[in-house]
């Protein structure tokens, strides 16, 4: 299950003790179909703790002669089912900027970099809507309204 919480919020319960953890992760589910709850209070596995990192929105760099970033190394966002293709599509746009530059590769770098930090701006602005629909505004109803393209 996900959930948005502060980090200390999540500081606050022992991880090492897997029925107390269990249990109080299930009390935010309170008053749900006990179908669904019984996901978590009958799982078999003691629940492991994975915070959810992202870089901020508009994330971008000095050029450095030599390197430069793609994936989620250059635009860590919450997870909304676009970060493997967006890693990918830097790849191939990365090859295409040296393939049309080869004897100029701090050239190469500026133009991937220059066009990729519009298209990261862009997926990560959509990844925090994505993000604030599945977790933290009035959910599921939220979500559904995305799903169903009822939200602007
Ligand atoms: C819960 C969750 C669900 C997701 N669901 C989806 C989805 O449905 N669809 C989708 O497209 N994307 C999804 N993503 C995002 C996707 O997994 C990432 O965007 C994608 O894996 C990024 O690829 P990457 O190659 O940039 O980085 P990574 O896949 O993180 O690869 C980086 C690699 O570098 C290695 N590494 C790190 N440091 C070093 C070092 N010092 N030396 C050597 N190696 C090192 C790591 O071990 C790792 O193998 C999801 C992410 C999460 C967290």
């Known amino acids: 299950m996900a959930l948005s919480k502060s980090q200390d919020w999540f500081a606050d319960i022992d991880f090492t003790d897997a029925a107390a953890a269990t249990a109080r992760i299930a009390q935010e589910f309170d008053g749900w179909a006990p179908e669904l709850t019984a996901l978590i209070t009958n799982g078999e596995t003691a629940p492991v703790l994975r915070p959810l990192n992202a870089l901020p929105v508009g994330h971008r760099w000095d050029r450095a002669p030599g390197v430069t970033l793609l994936g989620d190394a250059a635009h ?12 990918m599509y830097d790849g191939a746009d990365l090859g295409t900027a040296i393939a049309a530059h080869p004897d100029d590769i701090e050239a190469a770098l500026t133009a991937y970099e220059q066009a990729l930090f519009v298209r990261s701006a862009e997926a ?11 977790l933290r505004r009035r959910h599921p109803h939220s979500l559904i309204d995305l799903l169903t393209g009822h939200q602007q």
């Open 76 to 87: 860590l966002s919450p997870p909304n089912g676009e970060g493997a293709n967006l890693a």
């Open 124 to 134: 990560a602005t959509e990844a925090a809507r994505d993000f604030e629909a599945l």
